[in-house]
């Protein structure tokens, strides 16, 4: 929506779509609120299952992305979340992004903490977040590239999060990591790694790849420009 003006849509257009979406959203959380509020009134005798946070979680991330207020039981420990392990990686990954949005950069309540807890060390000394159990093509790689956006927002000391670049780095296979929506997420992730990094004088090359074939190689000498070789 954002970038929707530079492809010719009117801004009137714009903000009438934004409106509805801060509409449906504000709506759809709403429903979210009540019925995990009726859920926490019965009594769980064993651990609640992961999804039982999705839609919860996921609006309240939506409504950052879209300036919305948020309230603080949507996004901090108490009775809607009772406790951040109860959250998968990816869900906790989007809490973090959700708090860091809004202000909340103290690592004990905005999830950085419990999630920093469930991340695994391999043999090699990679770091990665294993995959929670929801149904929307959940992998490790997707667990991991969210979990890394979440700690960059954070602020947590880049040199701490090399063992998890090097973690994705390693896991692509053919191109591509585990599925689409992995593949995207780990392509930002590691974009935002780098622009959090980012040197003033730039200076190597790049090749571009599209089914095998080259389409184009350049050499970047800045920030803001380079030089196409082909």
């Known amino acids: 929506l954002i970038e929707a ?15 509805k979406a801060r509409t449906y959203v504000d709506r759809a959380s709403q429903v979210a609120i009540k019925e995990r509020k009726e859920e926490q009134a019965v009594l769980y005798s064993r651990r609640e299952p992961e999804n039982a946070f999705t839609e919860l979680v996921s609006l309240a991330y939506a409504k950052t992305l ?9 996004l901090e420990e ?30 004990a309540k ?24 929801l149904d929307y093509y959940a992998s490790q790689d997707a667990a991991t590239a969210l979990s890394l956006r979440a700690l960059l927002s954070a602020r947590v000391d880049r ?24 593949t995207a997420q780990v392509m930002r992730a590691l974009v935002d790694f780098s622009k959090s990094g980012a040197t003033e004088k730039p200076e190597y090359t790049y090749t571009v790849m599209l089914d095998g ?11 803001l420009t380079n030089q196409t070789l082909t």
């Open 5 to 19: 003006r530079s492809l010719g849509v009117k801004g009137d257009d714009v903000t009438a779509i934004l409106a």
């Open 66 to 74: 879209l300036n919305m207020p948020v309230g603080k039981n949507e």
């Open 78 to 107: 108490g009775d809607l979340i009772p406790n951040f392990n109860e959250l998968s990686p990816e869900l906790l990954a989007l809490t973090i992004l959700s708090n860091t949005r809004t202000g909340q950069f103290d690592t």
């Open 110 to 133: 905005n999830g950085v903490d419990t999630l920093l807890r469930q991340k695994k060390t391999s043999e090699a000394g990679w770091q990665y977040w294993d995959a929670g159990k």
């Open 159 to 182: 040199s701490a999060l090399v063992p998890v670049v090097r973690s994705l780095s390693a896991s692509r296979r053919a191109g591509y990591w585990s599925n689409t929506f992995a």
């Open 213 to 223: 074939k080259m389409i184009q190689e350049g050499r970047m000498t800045s920030l």
